[in-house]
């Protein structure tokens, strides 16, 4: 397969997609069924400061080893690298996220595990950068480990 979007497409629930080194240029992806995406050598997902990268509204989620980089910026909307929408049981871990706006965002999210994972903005100043891990209206979710950088909650 040549993108990861035909990869999810193509994929059924339960499938674990290995994403080998090189640079993806993709936007939006919509993972909306059980995956678990494994990158190898940080395979580099840009998202060409565009849209958000990753939406997740699927149930059991999981995503690591991944490099989501220029995720898109709007001074209205809430745009993330990753934004796990109505997720339930989603894990990302030790993803390295570059130069995003919001870097994961939390919508309605339950039960999911952000752990080890790094996120970083470019943002000059803080009105260009929100929070490297924002949570609304989410519930039971387990958040460690994570460096970041850049961003309004930056550590």
């Not at 979007?5 to 939006?28: F, K, M, N, P, W």
Request: proline fraction near 1%; hydrophobic fraction near 35%; include cysteine.
């Amino acid at each position: 397969m040549k993108t990861i979007r035909e990869g999810i497409a193509r994929a059924i629930a339960g499938d674990t997609l290995l994403i080998t080194a090189g640079v993806y240029r993709e936007s939006t992806l919509l993972i909306d069924k059980q995956l678990t995406l494994v990158g190898q050598d940080h395979p580099v997902i840009d998202g060409g400061k565009q849209n958000e990268i990753m939406v997740i509204t699927g149930h059991g989620v999981r995503v690591s080893g991944l490099t989501l980089r220029n995720g898109g910026y709007s001074s209205y909307q809430d745009i993330a690298a990753i934004r796990l929408l109505n997720a339930l049981n989603a894990e990302l871990t030790g993803n390295r996220i570059e130069n995003s706006f919001f870097g994961i965002y939390c919508q309605h999210a339950q039960f999911c595990r952000i752990e080890g994972n790094t996120l970083s903005s470019n943002a000059a100043v803080e009105l260009n950068a929100a929070n490297g891990i924002h949570c609304w209206k989410s519930d039971h979710l387990q958040i460690r480990n994570n460096t970041i950088s850049g961003h309004r909650d930056r550590s």
